[in-house]
């Protein structure tokens, strides 16, 4: 995933001072190379039997769609309170400063589904770990994987995420 | 299209006290749905030599991304401020009650593409025709067609579109 790499760009004090945001629109952009990572991604899964994969807000909607329609599995998605329009299940988790919590359809997933978490970045693990929590906590499924495009290894996101496997396409 | 039609859910009185919201998340969850109607987009633009898919926030970015993976075009994605991390063209449209703004990268898309812009529902037409509008500004590109899961028909967005070609799988 060199080429996928190769076009992820550092963006420095984003979304604020000291961080160093990684850019994937420019992955995003190139068709070819959003074509390469989708089909990894459904190599990687495609004999896993997964029903429904559960993309992250915002970000985790796009790798998830195209990886949803590559495995021919569902879409569920996980958003940020008061987005969602139905009933809904609720999970807070701890910023630096403060809480926030994320929300999924109570009947996104249906019991003994097999579900794949994606986002595009693990970073402190506080969103995916909370993503896990809130699926674990209210459905009766099985989480084959937790992938993302990019982990930050600096940042121990993966530790957060206890005995869940986790996947990335790309380390730093 | 009945089979989509038929997942799709009203859900009254969201975001607020009168509206009816088109609630699409049955149809994500449902893997041969989400299929056949990605399948049924790439069908319709597979030889209009598609190079970016535009994407609008945050639906628009789960129609788009399985769609440009199943066209093998590049996906670029319009935001509201502050989400994007790079240099952006921004377009600001009116609110029943105010002013919003939707942005896009500088470099999302390049001179002489042909650009699909994609979102979930076409209500009044206001953000569809800020991202017409934002692309038309400040791009030289050939925006092939704007395209809608859901159409409301009777607020008459398509009016907003002006000379446009619209297309939409679900008319209400």
């Known amino acids: 995933m060199e080429e996928v790499k190769a076009l992820i760009r550092d963006i420095p004090d984003f979304p604020k001072p000291g961080i160093i945001f990684k850019d994937i629109t420019p992955v995003l952009s ?47 998605i996980v958003r940020k309170p008061g987005k969602l329009p139905y ?21 996104a997933i249906l019991e003994g589904q097999r579900i794949l978490i994606i986002d595009d970045v693990l970073a402190t693990g506080g969103t995916a770990s909370a993503a896990v929590k809130l699926v674990r906590n209210n459905f009766q499924v099985d989480i084959v994987e937790t992938v993302f495009l990019i982990e930050l290894c600096f940042l121990n996101g993966k530790e957060k995420l206890g005995d869940t496997d986790v996947f990335s396409l790309i380390t730093y």
């Open 87 to 107: 009933q809904t299940f609720q999970e807070s988790y701890e910023l630096e400063y403060g809480v926030d919590s994320i929300e999924i359809h109570k009947d």
């Open 30 to 76: 190139n068709g070819k190379v959003f074509k390469k990572l989708t089909d990894r991604l459904r190599d990687r899964y495609q004999d896993k039997k997964i029903d429904v994969v559960l993309g992250i807000e915002a970000r985790g909607f796009i790798f998830g769609a195209s990886l949803a329609y590559a495995l021919g599995a569902g879409l569920a």
